[in-house]
């Protein structure tokens, strides 16, 4: 029974920031890449960011330079810092990663997805 839980979604200011947390929880041996990615209705879910478990990194051009993904592996947990934020950016954000269980299934995991608002 693995799970990724989001948090820190809400409503914010354009110009705002705010710092979404995932912490995965479970029978877990192993967890690989981990990433962000967001909705917004009448869209296709898009890549944010994602991080190896080495610390490389990988940003759509849309969010370079404003937001920063970092993990921490001892807390099995993934950050997204959103910085500079934009009307644009309103989406449900959604976590991910590959992670292998205690029993060697290696599977592609999904948290439930917080609500990101940028709005005045």
């Known amino acids: 029974q693995v799970q990724l839980v989001e948090s820190g979604g809400g409503l914010v200011q354009p110009g705002g920031s705010l710092r979404l947390s995932c912490a995965a929880s479970?029978?877990?041996?192993?967890?690989?890449?981990m990433g962000w990615y967001r909705q917004s209705p009448g869209k296709q879910r898009e890549l944010v960011a994602t991080?190896?478990?080495?610390?490389?990194?990988n940003y759509a051009d849309s969010v370079k330079g404003r937001f920063t993904i970092s993990r921490d592996n001892a807390k099995n947990t993934v950050y997204l810092q959103m910085n500079s934020l934009k009307p644009e950016d309103t989406a449900v954000y959604y976590c991910?990663?590959?992670?292998?269980?205690?029993?060697?299934?290696?599977?592609?995991?999904w948290g439930q997805g917080t609500q990101v608002t940028v709005s005045s």
């Open positions: 991910n990663a590959i992670i292998t269980d205690v029993y060697r299934t290696i599977r592609n995991y």
């Open positions: 479970g029978t877990i041996f192993n967890i690989g890449a």
């Open positions: 991080i190896t478990s080495g610390g490389s990194t």
